[in-house]
């Protein structure tokens, strides 16, 4: 049975390669961590897993850095910034591996690391690739590396990669290969960015406001007071229960509750709550002819 559900995390003075300059000194350096047999691999996962040993967790992640290293490679072509970002984020996905990992399920422990180690890094990738994320479902992040892979298979045998069949073949919807190949063709354009000479305005001077105008705040608050004062007026058409439920439940900021309203008049909360929507439909149909 698994004691500890937060066990492992790296620590940054061994596992997060914040500090090197180049990836060869982080290699050189990780290199004095010997790899472990399959053996002790298992011996390990289970002191991990049955009694929460730090010091055997440890002893996982740091043996099997160099298996960050490799996994990380295969993302070179979709990450051109600082590398030992990647490694970094696959630090962290090979630290929770080792939390997570369960010895009793049959499967080997790297394989199972690899598929942490992956999710942390495409994580990453799709988080920061651009200023705007471009990944934001799970269609889209599956997009993010097929879809120029399935158009070069596709063109190599003579088939035209149109959005309808790379939608069929990726099992996605049209829809989403649409909008990735316009994610992926497009630039980031900076709001800050000016328009025209470095003098000109700049694009967020263009914008337009999310505030309402002058016209619509005075045709607001019209309505607003004749909305409050049709209220008054319909005051001595209501009964006790109803003005309580209208002017102290449905107009407050901080409503009174259901129950509260019910012990008031000795009465179940459901009864509190039919009068509720039959005052509410009542209102609906006189705003409606006050607007005929």
């Known amino acids: ?75 070179r072509r979709y990450w051109k910034e600082n590398f030992l970002d990647l490694i970094q984020e696959g630090n962290f996905g090979l630290a929770k591996a080792v939390d ?49 892979r399935e158009k070069k298979s596709l063109e ?14 990726l099992k996605v919807r049209r829809q989403d290969v649409q909008e990735m190949e316009q994610r992926l063709n497009n630039h980031d354009l900076s709001l800050e960015s000016p328009i025209g000479d470095e003098h000109g305005p700049s694009h967020k ?4 406001s999310s505030c309402p105008g002058v016209e619509e705040e005075v045709a607001e608050h019209e309505y607003l007071v004749w909305f409050l004062q049709r209220l008054e007026d319909l005051r001595p058409e209501l009964s006790e229960r109803e003005q309580v439920i209208l002017f102290e439940r449905l107009l407050q900021e901080e409503p009174r509750t259901l129950s509260n309203i019910a012990e008031q008049f000795s009465i179940s909360r459901e009864r509190i709550r039919q009068i509720e929507a039959a005052l509410l439909k009542r209102l609906k149909t006189i705003m409606t002819q006050e607007d005929c």
């Open 100 to 148: 997570k990992y369960d010895p009793h399920r049959g499967v080997q422990f790297s394989s199972y690391a690899a598929y942490w180690i992956r999710a942390y890094i495409l994580k990453f990738i799709m988080d920061n690739w651009r200023l705007v994320k471009i990944g934001t479902t799970q269609a889209q992040r599956k997009l993010f590396y097929s879809l120029n």
């Open 205 to 208: 001077n263009f914008l337009q």
């Open 1 to 75: 049975m698994k004691v500890n559900n937060c066990l492992i995390m790296p620590m940054k003075d061994d596992l997060i390669p914040l500090n090197y300059r180049d990836i060869s000194r982080y290699m050189r350096d990780i290199s004095q961590y010997r790899l472990l047999s399959k053996e002790e691999t298992y011996n390990l996962t289970r002191l991990v897993y049955e009694e929460g040993d730090k010091k055997a967790g440890r002893t996982l992640v740091v043996s099997n850095l160099r298996l960050v290293v490799k996994l990380v490679m295969n993302f």
């Open 156 to 169: 190599s045998q003579g088939i035209k990669a149109d959005n309808d069949t790379l939608a069929r073949n």
